[in-house]
């Protein structure tokens, strides 16, 4: 049986937002087949401190704390024609450590996690190299660069060249995988001309018995208070700060005129200046960084997650569904779960009346809300749980023990 090299962007430790989510199931489900060495990035100092948890999975590791700015990223990607993205992520370090590994490890496979660490994979490596993209992030750009603003030529520039990067190691890559079938149909159709590469969907999984509301207590603020709005998140992606800017000013005021207490809980580290500038506007509580999300999930009457810019599965809404909340979302959040409108959750377009009315709508019959909270969490439970999700995984690495011997 041969070893594995993962690389990845970030430490998957500590699974607290979505990227680490993903990678930390991953890396877990792959240490279970084989000895795994780990190359990844930190951050900061909190992502550091969490280096222990990484080496009790890992049969070796190397962690390294990113240095530099984005700007002088975005330098030395310029001067040398390549995306920003490749130049945020590269270090001597780490690939001194994949150098290192390849030469002295039986490596049958490297597991690539994120785009910009494909710049690890030497170009002479025989074995497998499955490519976790996640989402398509050259269309993410694309969606950036059509924003108006002095960022929309960089946003631009990297969106042309991230393209023409991915579809290059797509085919270098034994297989690619993304987070959906819709992501894997849109990544497929930016491939241009030539043989069609192996690119699949692996889906996002939830730990429902983490996320299980049973004995998970209220957070305090929010008890004897009047309805409780929720979104978690990280606070610093912008598709997350213009969901909760426009909700917060735009949509709370309308389900204020119905429900004079309703609050609104933007909850998750990080917030940006303009996210923390909505803290007592219309009834909107900024918490930033929180011990733990499920109290905050607990006490929601309703979880909403509207965002117009969403690439993949976004794991904030199977947290909720899982913890038996009601989630309102818009069509882009809800994409690559395969729950009903009305059944298992309620998607309106992000249009502020609309948002409002369906949000009034479910605060108005809570009946009607907790059964389809209830109906979420049995779904998830049948169709997210991360053994279930991670099924494909032995076969795409080569380690399929249920046959015993390597996949073809």
């Known amino acids: ?13 500590p699974p607290d937002r979505g990227d680490k989510i993903r990678s930390h199931h991953i890396l877990k489900a792959l240490a279970a087949l084989a000895p795994v060495h780990v190359a990844c990035l930190a951050d900061d100092a909190q992502d550091m401190a969490h280096e222990g948890e990484l080496a009790a999975v890992a049969a070796s590791h190397c962690l390294v704390r990113r240095r530099g700015s984005l700007a002088s990223a975005g330098l030395a990607a310029l001067l ?28 049958t496979t490297i597991f690539v996690f994120s785009g910009q660490m494909a710049q690890y994979v030497p170009a002479g490596f025989t074995g497998r190299v499955v490519m976790d993209f996640v989402d398509v992030d050259s269309a993410k750009f694309g969606q950036y660069a059509r924003r108006p603003g002095l960022a929309a030529p960089v946003y631009a520039r990297e969106a042309w060249l991230l393209r023409r990067y991915e579809a290059r190691i797509a085919r270098r890559a034994t297989t690619s995988l993304l987070v ?30 983490y996320f299980d509301p049973a004995g998970i207590p209220i957070a305090p603020q929010m008890v004897m208070a009047g309805p409780q709005i929720v979104f978690t998140g990280q606070m610093d992606y912008p598709p997350n700060v213009d969901a909760v800017v426009s909700f917060a000013r735009q949509v709370m005021p309308l ?42 999930l607990a006490g929601a009457d309703l979880v909403v997650v509207p ?14 569904m899982a913890m038996a909340r009601p989630v309102l979302l818009t069509p882009e959040a809800a994409t690559g779960i395969a729950a009903t409108d009305g059944r298992e959750f309620a998607i309106s377009p992000a249009a502020s009346e609309e948002l409002a009315a369906r949000a009034v709508g479910l605060l108005s019959d809570t009946i009607r809300a907790d059964a389809l909270g209830r109906a979420a969490r049995a779904f998830v439970i049948a169709q997210c749980g991360w053994d279930r999700v991670l099924a494909p995984l032995p076969a795409l690495v080569g380690l399929d023990r249920r046959f015993g011997r390597r996949a073809a």
């Open 80 to 107: 040398g024609g390549r995306p920003i993205s490749l130049a945020a992520f590269s270090n001597g370090k780490l690939a001194r450590y994949v150098k290192r590994t390849l030469a002295s490890r039986p490596i």
């Open 255 to 296: 389900i204020r005129g119905r429900f004079p207490r309703a609050e609104f809980n933007v909850v998750g580290r990080a917030p940006t200046p303009a996210v923390q500038a909505l803290d007592g506007v219309n009834g909107t509580r900024v918490t930033g960084a929180v011990a733990d999300v499920r109290p905050w």
């Open 1 to 13: 049986m041969g070893e594995i090299l993962f690389i990845a962007h970030r430490i998957p430790f």
């Open 180 to 209: 959906s079938e819709a992501e894997a149909a849109l990544f497929r159709s930016r491939l241009g001309r030539g043989a069609m590469p192996d690119v699949r969907s692996l889906g996002n999984g939830i730990d429902t018995a």
């Open 307 to 320: 965002l117009t810019l969403a690439r993949g599965v976004q794991n904030k809404v199977l947290e909720a």
